[in-house]
């Protein structure tokens, strides 16, 4: 049988990428200020994403503990972009509140939007959280060269899309926006 585009490029891809992992929670910045690692916040989202990649083979290279504020937020990613990762990954700041401003402040500076991301991300949580997978806000897009994923933050929101979606997707994603 004859192997589809995508199973080719994901067989030519490369297979471990430097990961940026950015959590997004006033209580918790409050709380623990500027950790070095999720274990040092008690992040269990960015353990959790954090455990996922090692265990896949890549490397977490940049980790930040930030509040829910726009400049925290694009200072933040910037500050990854800048840096020699290849994925961002956002957790938290997604929700309906007032407060949660993630998507709101990331999104416009997305180059490209990457639409099946939240789309397929919400499918995939229909099993697990029925209609309530009606408030869930996951984006994804690229900027500078580099995919940037905008999580939920709850510990299983995050193995999720990892485990499913980001990890089995990472190289031909990647191969994409650097072409």
Known sequence: MKEST???HKKEAKKSFFFALITI???RFEKYGNPASPEDAEDLSG???KDLLEAAGHKVSF???ISDEKTSITDAVFAALDSSIDIIITSGGTGLAPKDITIESIT???EKEIPGFGEFFRYKSLEDIGTSVILTRAVAGVIKGKAVFCLPGSPNAVKLALSEIIIPEAGHIVRHVRE
């Open 47 to 49: 353990q959790a994403m």
């Open 6 to 8: 995508p199973e080719i």
């Open 108 to 110: 416009p500076i997305f």
């Open 63 to 65: 980790y930040r503990l």
């Open 25 to 27: 929670s006033t209580s």
